[in-house]
């Protein structure tokens, strides 16, 4: 009988895997046979890569490039402007083509992370594989790799951290070394990735001191947090507006907000210009709501009906682990770790700008699906028992 499961659990993982390789075929192919898309940002990195590759790839000399300019530092942009660099190197004029598909490689690689991470806490493989539909049908998945952008390197690395805590979950320690070098290639990623930083140090020091790891206190603390946030940004925004509005970075964050900015290029999110501080305190609350809004005007409706199947599936994942979710302490931590993130990430565009297509929200949509199979878990082994 023990051979016969063993079998069957084989049997069961090899089809996993299979149905993953169809996932990024359909994918890929998808995004193949649109090509690739250049933005604003793109052109920056491509000029910026020119400059590294005149400087015979010399980071010392690269990062000194407008040194006394308010741009964040070159560093922080250095793993795609390096890749695009490469690129253009070893591809020529098919440099972009290069850069599309390392962005696929990197989302297979995505993929099969997102799957070992909740084989690693327990989730059965036949849990993961209903999962897979809702990749497939991502709307943020199927729009940024094609992009000649930092978004999906950046995605990657964030699930790649995400990995490493999980497996420090199982394995009870911390993977000091491979978080180090991960984030360290974050961070080279985008500057951006301060929040992704703050969750996984957070994480660590709540399960050192074992502190709101029950369900329902996380969600009283989150539920208090989107209430509170938005008052400390405004006293934030206060102190900078009084003190260091001429400082050209701060200045252009909480000129978005003077004018009643929600969602970046788009005015039909706006609200009136604020008139007094809790007029500012509810600019940040609507932001921090529409971070994950699956609706815009431009939007197909079914654009819109895919986006809220994939919140829809978050959101019952979230309200099964309220209440199962104490019954299985890692997949329980795995869980909590996810929120932390997203409400990480999600508070520090609230703040900064959530742009004009969320593409800022697309390097959370892989651990935020793996929510669903980890609260499916919970849901059969609670009744299991």
């Known amino acids: 009988m023990k051979e016969l499961i063993n079998k069957i659990i084989k049997l069961t993982k090899k089809n996993l895997y299979l149905s993953v390789f169809l996932v990024f075929i359909v994918i890929s192919f998808y995004h193949l046979s649109i090509g690739f898309h250049m933005s604003s940002d793109s052109y920056r990195f491509s000029r910026w890569a020119d400059d590294l590759i005149k400087l015979n790839f010399n980071y010392f000399d690269f990062f000194a490039i407008e040194k006394g300019d308010h741009r964040p530092h070159l560093y922080f942009f250095s793993v795609p402007v390096s890749l695009t660099g490469l690129s253009k190197v070893f591809f020529a004029s098919d440099w972009q083509i290069a850069f599309l598909s390392f962005n ?4 297979f690689f995505s993929l099969i992370i997102f799957v070992n991470s909740l084989m690693l806490i327990g989730v059965r493989p036949i849990l993961i594989t209903l999962a897979l539909p809702l990749i ?16 999906t390197i950046y995605s990657f690395f964030v699930l790649l951290t995400t990995y490493f805590v999980v497996k420090g979950i199982v394995n009870n320690k911390i993977y000091y070394i491979e978080l180090f070098l991960s984030i360290l290639l974050l961070i080279g990623t985008r500057p951006s990735s301060i929040p992704v930083v703050f969750a996984i140090i957070l994480f660590i ?9 029950k369900p329902k206190n996380i969600l009283t603390f989150a539920l208090l947090f989107i209430f509170i946030l938005p ?6 925004y206060l102190i900078i507006d009084l003190n260091f509005k001429r400082i050209p970075n701060l200045d252009y964050l909480i000129g978005m907000v003077k004018v009643g900015m929600i969602i970046h290029d788009r005015p039909e999110t706006w609200r009136d ?9 509810f600019i940040y609350f609507l ?25 829809f599936s978050i959101f019952i994942s979230i309200v099964i682990w309220s209440f199962l979710g104490k019954y299985k302490k890692i997949q329980n931590k795995a869980f909590i770790f996810i929120i932390i993130l997203t409400f990480s ?14 593409r800022y929200r697309f390097p959370l949509i892989l651990p935020l699906l793996m929510l669903f199979p980890i609260s499916l878990s919970m849901f059969l082994d609670k009744n299991k028992n």
């Open 205 to 213: 020091l709540i399960s050192k001191y074992q502190i709101l790891l």
């Open 345 to 358: 990430v999600t508070a520090f565009h609230s703040f900064t700008v959530i742009d004009y297509d969320w």
């Open 104 to 107: 696929l490689v990197l989302l």
């Open 273 to 281: 210009v604020p008139t007094g501080f809790l007029d500012v305190v």
């Open 231 to 236: 008052f400390i940004f405004s006293f934030i």
């Open 136 to 151: 497939l049908l991502s709307v943020d998945l199927l729009t940024w790799p094609r992009y000649i952008l930092s978004d």
């Open 287 to 311: 932001r921090f709501i529409n971070f994950f809004n699956p609706y815009a005007k431009t939007f197909s409706i079914l654009h819109i009906l895919l986006n809220l199947l994939q919140f």
